[in-house]
């Protein structure tokens, strides 16, 4: 169908438990490449939902005390809210026990029954509640469940099978003939070598005197349907898809383009699904993505009862939810293991985030703001650095949307950070600081221009993957994500000029988007706390915006202070030097009420970095553009986390404070 839209599903999440970083991992994923093509085509449909069915939730629902349908519907809100925490926009969220879908499954039941896909026949074998599934002798691993290392039971009835085996060539044909439908190439191997021993048939019946909790088998009242069975039809019964159906309009999503899953249920969905779908007549998927584990630093798979999950709402409180996003993607090729940890976390948060995207962004800004009056630029002079970021910006938008297009996320978010590196290196080439001082302002409105430009580009481009953020810094430039999106599409139709920002569009300087942490989180830190210390007080209903500070030291015991010697000689004195400053960029310290975090051009090659405790007396604002004196060989020292190069001279009198200023350009000395 020529106006088909993308789609892409998740597997559907036992409803049981509550989300864990496993599910987060696979949904921003979706999600992620659901809003690139939605960019791209104009419109995508991402499918996610719970599985509610089977022998483990019956149980569950026992211990509770409740009825199956009660404790779907209580357990069901933990991955609603999975949608808000992560900003996931999906176009339906399918529960297994949604009237369309039972509908469906009990058709296809019937449509197989009829068609001679489906016989009875008693059966004795091996049964794993754990795994809701049988299992023949040889598929034991030491008398126990091969998927879940848990005890079998010895079972003997009669039961409804599938004749998946009848199948299995014409699945290994397929395979092999696409490529990419198992992806990525290790678990295309592995599902082969998974079909190179006899297929058996698959039971898809559970007697209702063993289990009641499930889909009845409409030609079969005593049974309901195995879980698997009916789980995997939620992908088609999302499309509209129904047997017999007269209504096409299903075809506009069917075949999905994409099913993302966990390497864990790789079988089921290649194997199981893939001869479903076959049976039923219908079109085999683009393909079936199995991603890896997040492992723990130490490389064991992640549970609850070794104490080494990751806490998603933990880090999403403390670094933001955009920021969780970016490092699930960034980190790890997709599809294959990657290891966690809080100190690689930071670390990865402080290296792309706060130093390179939001060092440009904030450079490009205060810049313009501080010296061209706070709107885009014209282009004016070129200074020969021009040319490598503008054959670099085309060839990232390439490599963008290729990457994109193959779930490739590591390689697509790695595209856009060649660029910002390549944007702050070119910052550092031209130095704009010096333009500025020597009154070249026609080469100086070109490389801000071009700055603001290649963050721009960069902000659109990751938009996909941090919305609110990157929505937000598009904002700061003038722009609106619907105009971004739109620029975005020019650029995939012909190279970006680094023209896309309209001249004399007014500018925000506002906050750093990215704060950088000089420590871990305060809640973070909290996990490492040795039991007998005072845990950290936290609020984890409230979203941290900013660092967190960490707690404050015990104060330290008093040392007795030498006076200052009443006199001096020159000597002593002379070791002082003193230079004209130019505040070009100031902001809050995020840790410290009383400091502001000041970027002071003293005519070097790049500004230096100065804490001043001024923060009661001026604001950030107060403070941009003037000429103050700094001393500028004083060893550089950490204050609250922050290293500070120089100090700047202010006089004060009783409550009163004042900035000492000069009536001369940066770099001067003092005498």
Same mark, same amino acid.
């Given at each position: 169908? !020529? ?7 998740t ?12 599910? !987060? ?18 419109? !995508? ?8 069915? #089977? ?16 404790h ?43 068609k ?5 026949a ?19 691993v ?29 699945? &290994? ?8 439908? $198992?992806? +990525?190439?290790s ?13 058996g ?7 209702? *005197? ?11 009242? =005593?049974?309901v ?12 019964t999302? %499309?509209?898809?129904?047997?017999g159906?007269?209504?096409? %309009?299903?075809?506009? /999503? ?7 899953? #966990?390497?864990?249920?790789?079988t ?5 699904? %893939?001869?479903?779908l ?9 393909? &079936? ?9 130490d490389?064991?798979?992640? %549970? ?5 999950v ?5 880090l999403?409180? *403390?670094?933001g ?12 090729a997709?599809?294959? =293991?990657?290891?966690? *940890? ?6 990865r ?22 010296w ?16 490598? &970021?503008?054959?670099?910006?085309? =060839?990232?938008?390439?490599?963008f ?9 590591? =390689? ?6 060649? /660029? ?12 704009p ?5 020597? #009154? ?12 603001l430009?290649?963050?721009y ?10 919305p ?9 430039l ?25 001249? *004399? ?8 988007l990215?704060?950088?942490f ?11 706390? !040795? +039991?007998?210390?005072?845990?950290v ?9 900013? @660092? ?12 007795? $202070? ?29 840790k ?14 790049? @500004? ?5 405790? $001024?923060?009661?007396?001026y ?7 003037r ?15 922050m290293?500070?190069q ?26």
């Amino acid at each position: 169908m !020529a106006d088909k839209t993308f789609f892409i599903t998740t597997p559907i999440y036992y409803v049981n438990g509550k989300p864990h970083v496993g599910h !987060a991992y696979t949904t921003i994923a979706a999600d992620t490449a659901a809003r690139w093509q939605r960019l791209k085509r104009g419109s !995508a449909f991402l499918l996610t939902g719970t599985d509610e069915h #089977g022998q483990k939730v019956l149980q569950k629902a026992n211990e509770r005390g409740m009825t199956p349908t009660a404790h779907v519907d209580d357990m069901v809100v933990h991955w609603h809210a999975l949608r808000d925490t992560l900003r996931i926009e999906y176009d339906r969220f399918i529960r297994t026990t949604d009237a369309d879908h039972i509908a469906t499954v009990q058709a296809t039941l019937q449509d197989l029954h009829d068609k001679g896909e489906l016989y009875e026949a008693t059966y004795t074998g091996w049964y794993s509640p754990a795994a809701e599934r049988f299992w023949t002798e040889k598929d034991l691993v030491d008398g126990k469940c091969p998927d879940t290392g848990m005890p079998v039971e010895k079972v003997e009835e009669t039961n409804w099978f599938f004749k998946m085996g009848s199948y299995q060539q014409r699945l &290994i044909d397929h395979i092999q003939a696409n490529p990419a439908y $198992i992806r +990525p190439e290790s678990r295309r191997n592995e599902v082969l070598g998974f079909l190179d021993k006899p297929l058996g048939d698959l039971c898809i019946s559970r007697p209702k *005197s063993r289990m009641g909790w499930g889909i009845e088998i409409p030609f079969a009242r =005593d049974y309901v349907t195995y879980v698997w069975f009916d789980a995997l039809l939620n992908y088609v019964t999302a %499309s509209g898809w129904r047997p017999g159906t007269t209504d096409e %309009s299903w075809k506009k /999503l069917w075949p999905a383009d994409f099913h993302l899953v #966990g390497k864990d249920i790789l079988t089921t969905h290649a194997v199981y699904w %893939s001869t479903m779908l076959m049976a039923c007549g219908l079109p085999l998927p683009g393909a &079936i993505y199995a991603h890896g584990w997040w492992l723990s630093a130490d490389g064991d798979k992640m %549970s609850k009862s070794k104490g080494n999950v990751i806490d998603v709402d933990l880090l999403v409180r *403390s670094f933001g939810v955009d920021a969780v996003r970016f490092y699930l993607l960034r980190e790890i090729a997709f599809g294959a =293991d990657g290891k966690f *940890s809080y100190e690689g976390y930071l670390n990865r948060y402080n290296a792309d985030l706060a130093n390179d995207l939001g060092n440009l962004s904030h450079r490009a800004l205060s810049m313009t703001c501080n010296w061209l009056g706070g709107v885009v630029p014209a282009v004016e002079e070129s200074t020969g650095n021009e040319e490598p &970021i503008l054959a670099l910006a085309a =060839d990232v938008v390439t490599r963008f949307d290729a990457a994109m297009d193959a779930l490739q996320f590591q =390689d697509a978010t790695g595209a856009v950070f060649d /660029l910002v590196r390549a944007g702050n290196k070119y910052i550092d080439t031209t130095a704009p600081w010096a333009l500025n001082k020597a #009154g070249d302002v026609a080469k100086l409105r070109t490389v801000l221009r071009t700055t603001l430009e290649i963050t721009y580009l960069s902000a659109a481009l990751l938009s996909c993957v941090m919305p609110d953020k990157m929505g937000e810094l598009i904002g700061k430039l003038g722009r609106t994500p619907a105009l971004a999106d739109d620029d975005v599409r020019a650029w995939l139709a012909a190279p970006p000029t680094l023209r896309s920002l309209p001249e *004399s569009t007014p500018l925000t300087l506002g906050d750093p988007l990215f704060p950088r942490f000089r420590e871990m989180p305060a809640e973070i830190a909290a996990l490492f706390t !040795a +039991p007998q210390e005072s845990p950290v007080e936290t609020k984890p209903e409230a979203p941290v915006a900013a @660092p967190v500070a960490a707690p404050a030291p015990a104060p330290a015991p008093k040392k007795e $202070i030498a006076e200052a010697p009443a006199e001096i000689q020159y000597e002593d004195f002379a070791k002082v030097k003193l230079r004209v400053g130019k505040i070009v960029s100031a902001e809050k310290h995020p840790k410290a009420n009383r400091l502001l975090v000041l970027q002071v051009d003293i005519g070097e090659e790049k @500004p230096r970095q100065i804490l001043a405790g $001024i923060a009661e007396k001026y604001t950030a604002e107060q403070v941009l553009g003037r000429t103050i004196i700094v001393v500028a060989n004083l060893a550089p020292r950490k204050m609250m986390g922050m290293e500070s190069q120089g100090m700047l001279l202010a006089a004060s009198l009783d409550d009163a404070l004042s900035l000492v200023t000069a009536d001369i350009g940066p770099g001067a000395s003092v005498k």
